[in-house]
């Protein structure tokens, strides 16, 4: 089991940015693919961005290309989510996501383990 918390998000208004941060309990982290998600009010989750275990390769939904940028950090069982040019579309709960690696599989999905999630709303 992997326990994942978010934290970050907040009230920001549009076109401004915010950093989200989910931190992992599970050792060694560096052996996990992880991702983002996010459900808007009365939508379905959506896909916003995902990092292979090794960093070699990133994903992003189309709706985020260019304005958010995911990284990790391995010493710190920590990945991040930095959303820019933030737009009120963007406000959601979002959710970090684990698996353990699997290159088999793509990184839009399935993952096993979620968090709780951090409300992002974004004021226009």
């Known amino acids: 089991q992997v326990q994942l918390v978010e934290s970050g998000g907040g009230l920001v208004q549009a076109g401004g940015s915010l950093r989200l941060s989910c931190a992992a309990s599970?050792?060694?982290?560096?052996?996990?693919?992880m991702g983002w998600f996010r459900q808007g009010p009365e939508k379905e989750r959506e896909f916003v961005a995902a990092?292979?275990?090794?960093?070699?390769?990133?994903a992003y939904g189309d709706s985020v290309k260019g304005r958010f940028s995911i990284s990790r950090d391995n010493a710190k069982n920590t990945v991040y989510l930095q959303m820019n040019s933030l737009k009120a579309e963007d406000t959601a709960v979002y959710y970090c996501?684990?698996?353990?690696?699997?290159?088999?599989?793509?990184?839009?999905?399935?993952?096993?383990?979620w968090g709780q999630g951090t409300q992002v709303t974004v004021s226009s």
């Open positions: 996501a684990s698996r353990y690696e699997d290159n088999a599989r793509a990184l839009i999905g399935p993952y096993d383990f």
């Open positions: 599970r050792r060694p982290f560096s052996s996990y693919d």
């Open positions: 990092i292979r275990w090794s960093g070699t390769s990133i």
